[in-house]
């Protein structure tokens, strides 16, 4: 394996994971970069640097609660009677690294306890008739693929410092990391460099309480972040924490210019939600009788005795400062940025859904394992006492428990209950392309607010003979946006495979927990294609299926919304029909913008009836 030292590529990584390991309060690291860059790598190199003795834990993505949280010592309270709390891998990492790759796929309940912990330091386990309380401050670091969709605004809002997403690479640097796998195991001198660096770290530890920084200095990273949307007063916090931690390893006992810039890079930049304005907008030019002719000839003013040094510089002086450092690493589309999306929608929480899969596990019932999972303590409670009995009538049975089907306890979770959006878009005919452009702002401009609500869109295209799913449910900005581009248009015009399609995808979903769903239909609503293609039949009976299928849309409770895009002159009220027989709403956009869809979508009570 690669030592930390000897991984290319991701130097701005490697700084925030040293930041870390010097203040764990920062709470933690996250990396967002494409696969095979090496930030999995770099990751778990990270616990070969950090002084002996840390605790580095994995987190798996399918881990149960009891694993995550702890709970009762099954062995042991089986063998000996007594309860016995065994810890989870949260109270496992306490002094130390909780390490999460693919953190974006983590399931909601996992999320939940992984926000908790970081907030308060300590794990609670109340459940099952157990009670206790664990210590768990670590430092999280997660790794994952942007492409793959994003992390929810809770966990970012506790994790300090988040690597600005890095892009792939040309050919010599890939080379080069070839070179470096390749002559890994001829180095001898990896473990030597890890020694170092972890004499680097426990220094500046030690120095960290010294470590001053002026009133101007914040002031100036505060008005940064405020120049560039960051909200919340807590990425105000950690900007300043950061600046002190890189002071604090460069052996500084005061924080200087590129502390400050390296704060804004990993904490301010990542959470940028618009771009700032320019020079000139943000500082009105002096008045001319400001500044007298004796002033110009000052020392302070002359070339030789510029100020560089930020003692010297004013809050304002400093935030020009740092703007200009990170400007040109914005990115065009702000909404690529981890939390820029996520911070639009002020509708707040859609409510909650039970159900017996996944989410946040509340309680046990009684079931069947058909129905969901084993709630197993509940289930040997249920069957402790009759144990007696069961073993004089079954006197032959050897197991050490006998349980019937009247025992089993399963699990009821709880969930947030996310909308899909499922958009059915004509790619058919002249005005294909018109449609297109539309659906994917729209499609886009709901992305973005999907993380507030776990909402998910997914998008089906009907052209030619049959329907195709563009977009599976997803959350992904990228993924909607390359399924858009490469989008084919022109052809015949089959409506009641779209529709089947998403009717299909839509139960898919609520066997998965998806209960509210919603079908936007851009179209003019006239289908001529039926769903067996090599059918040619008339267009009674196209109608007859696609009227069929509406009646199914509606019965299965799936609120819908049609957008008429014909022209009112071309026009035979065939989309005005269709969101009749879907008990759906019917509204006229001839020349619709995205926003107006979206708007449109929104104003339609979602989810099922």
């Not at 834990?57 to 089986?78: K, Q």
């Not at 006992?253 to 907008?281: G, N």
């Not at 008429?564 to 009220?573: A, E, K, M, V």
């Amino acid at each position: 394996m690669l030592s930390f030292t000897n991984i290319l590529g991701l130097d701005l990584a490697k700084k925030a994971l040293l930041l870390a390991a010097v203040d764990s309060s920062l709470g933690g690291v996250l990396i967002p970069a494409t696969v095979g860059s090496g930030k999995s790598t770099l990751a778990r190199a990270f616990a070969h640097i950090l002084p002996e003795g840390t605790p580095f834990v994995e987190l798996p993505l399918n881990i149960t609660e009891d694993r995550l949280l702890g709970g009762l010592d099954l062995e042991v309270a089986l063998s000996t009677g007594k309860r016995v709390i065994e810890k989870g891998l949260l109270a496992k990492a306490n002094g130390g690294v909780l390490y999460v790759d693919s953190f974006n796929l983590l399931d909601s309940t996992s999320e939940a306890y992984l926000i908790d912990a970081l907030s308060r330091g300590k794990v609670l386990i109340e459940r099952d008739g157990i009670s206790d309380v664990h210590e768990a401050r670590f430092i999280l670091v997660g790794t994952y693929n942007p492409a793959e969709g994003d992390v929810r605004m809770g966990l970012l809002d506790r994790i300090g410092l988040i690597v600005p997403f890095t892009p792939s690479v040309d050919e010599k640097f890939r080379a080069e990391v070839v070179r470096r796998v390749h002559f890994q195991s001829q180095r001898d001198d990896d473990a030597d460099e890890d020694k170092i660096l972890q004499g680097l770290i426990l220094q500046a530890r030690d120095l960290l309480p010294r470590v001053e920084i002026r009133d101007e200095e914040i002031s100036g990273l505060v008005q940064t972040a405020l120049s560039l949307g960051v909200e919340g007063n807590r990425a105000d916090v950690f900007a300043v924490k950061a600046a002190l931690a890189s002071a604090a390893l460069a052996g500084r006992l005061d924080v200087d210019e590129e502390d400050l810039k390296l704060a804004a890079r990993l904490v301010l930049l990542p959470r940028a939600t618009r771009i700032p304005e320019s020079e000139e907008t943000r500082k009105e030019p002096p008045p001319p009788e400001a500044q007298s002719p004796a002033d110009s000839d000052s020392p302070s003013d002359s070339p030789d005795n510029s100020n560089e040094n930020t003692n010297e510089q004013t809050p304002d002086q400093i935030e020009e400062l740092l703007l200009d450092a990170v400007e040109s690493e914005l990115p065009e589309n702000l909404m690529n940025l981890a939390s820029s999306a996520k911070r639009r929608s002020k509708s707040g929480s859609r409510g909650e859904a039970l159900n017996y899969r996944h989410g946040r596990y509340i309680r046990s019932e009684q079931g069947s394992l058909k129905q969901g999972k084993l709630a197993l303590v509940p289930t040997l409670i249920q069957a402790a006492p009759f144990q007696v009995i069961r073993r004089k009538r079954k006197s032959h049975s050897r197991s050490a428990i006998l349980i019937t089907k009247d025992d089993i306890r399963i699990k009821r979770f709880r969930d947030k209950a996310g909308t899909l959006f499922i958009f059915i878009v004509d790619a058919s005919g002249s005005m294909a392309l018109n449609r297109m452009q539309q659906a994917k702002g729209a499609v886009t401009k709901l992305l973005q607010e999907a993380y507030v609500h776990r909402d998910q869109v997914a998008l089906i295209a009907f052209r030619g003979k049959q329907a195709e799913m563009l977009l599976p449910p997803s959350q992904s900005v990228d993924r909607a946006k390359r399924a858009l581009d490469v989008l084919p248009t022109g052809g015949g015009t089959p409506l009641a495979s779209a529709m089947m399609l998403g009717l299909e995808t839509a139960k898919q979903m609520k066997s998965k927990g998806i209960t509210q769903t919603m079908l936007v239909f851009i179209t003019d609503g006239r289908g001529n294609v039926a769903l067996n293609p090599n059918d040619t039949s008339d267009k009674q009976k196209i109608a007859q299926e696609i009227a069929a299928l509406a009646q199914s849309i509606n019965l299965e409770g799936l609120n819908s919304v049609v957008i008429d895009t014909q022209t009112g002159y071309l026009s035979r009220g065939e989309a005005k029909r269709l969101a009749e027989q879907l008990g759906g709403r019917y509204i006229y956009l001839p020349n619709a913008k995205a926003e107006q869809i979206v708007s449109a979508v929104k104003a339609t009570p979602s989810g099922s009836r």
